[in-house]
C-alpha cells in the first residue's frame, strides 16, 4: 500500500522505564487518518518480560492502529523474537522500503562494532548500574554511554557508513536506521543517511515522509516541529 505519508520511528523500548509513553501515545494522536506508520526496531524492549499497565496501552494502541492504517513493524536486535498473542493487522518485516526513495533498516545488522565486544558491552551496563546505585542521574543506558563520546562516534559513523554503502548497492537514494539511538541527518556521495533516535529520551524524533520530501522531525510539548 502507497499512502500520501509515512511516519518512521524506532527504539520506543517498551518495558523499558526510560520510554516515553505519555509522549508517543499523544505522537500517534497526531498522525492523519490515512499515513501510514513504520516501526523501526526495538520497539519492545525485552519479549521475555511482561509490560507494565502503562506500557501494555501504547502496545495494545499499536494494534488497534494497525485496522485504522498499515502499520509495518521492522524488527530490530531487541524486538526479534517478538511474538504477540495478538499482532492485528501489523505487518512484519526485516527491512522496509519507499519506492527506491528510502530503505527502512534498523541497523542492528550494519553494526560490526558490538556484537564483537559483549564482555564490554555488559561491563559498561555493569559499571552503569553500580554508577546509578551510587548516585548518577538514572538515565538509558545509551544516554549514559554518549557522555563517552569518542566511542560512541565510532558506533555512530560505523553503522552510518554501512548504511549508505547498503543503500547505495540496493538503488536507493536515502537510508534510514534506528539502533544507535543517536539523531542523525547526513548526505554523503549523494545518498543521504538519517537515525531517528530513541523515544527514552528527549529530543523525541521521528520521520515524515510524503511525495516529495523527507524530513527528520521533533516532537515535544505536544508540537511537531
Known amino acids: 500500500m502507497i499512502t500520501a505519508e509515512n511516519f518512521v520511528v524506532s527504539d520506543l523500548h517498551l518495558g523499558n522505564p526510560h520510554f516515553q509513553h505519555a509522549q508517543f501515545l499523544s505522537w500517534l494522536d497526531s498522525l492523519p487518518p490515512d499515513a501510514s506508520l513504520i516501526l523501526n526496531g526495538d ?24 485496522y485504522l492504517r498499515q502499520v509495518i513493524w521492522v524488527l530490530g536486535n531487541h524486538d526479534g523474537d517478538v511474538d504477540l498473542t495478538d499482532s492485528g493487522k501489523i505487518r512484519f518485516e526485516n527491512e522496509w522500503e519507499i519506492s527506491q526513495r528510502l530503505l527502512i533498516v534498523h ?17 559498561f551496563k555493569l559499571l552503569h548500574q553500580v554508577l546509578v546505585i551510587a548516585g548518577l542521574p538514572n538515565v538509558h543506558v545509551a544516554s549514559f554511554a554518549k557522555k563517552w563520546g569518542l566511542f560512541y562516534n565510532v558506533l555512530n559513523k560505523h553503522v552510518a557508513e554501512n548504511a549508505l554503502r547498503r543503500a547505495s548497492i540496493s538503488g536507493h537514494k536515502a537510508v534510514t536506521c534506528g539502533h544507535t539511538h543517536a539523531a542523525m541527518d547526513i548526505c554523503e ?10 523515544w527514552t529520551e528527549e529530543p523525541l524524533y521521528y520521520l515524515r515522509i510524503d511525495q516529495s520530501q523527507i524530513i527528520l522531525k521533533v516532537y515535544t510539548d505536544g508540537q511537531q516541529t
Open 107 to 123: 541497523g542492528h545488522q550494519l553494526d560490526r562494532v558490538m556484537p564483537r565486544h559483549g564482555l564490554f558491552k555488559h561491563l
Open 189 to 198: 556521495g549523494g545518498l543521504r543517511y538519517l537515525n531517528t533516535g530513541a
Open 43 to 66: 520497539i519492545i524492549d525485552d519479549p521475555d518480560r511482561s509490560l507494565s499497565e502503562e506500557h501494555d496501552i501504547v502496545l495494545r494502541r499499536l494494534v488497534s492502529e494497525s
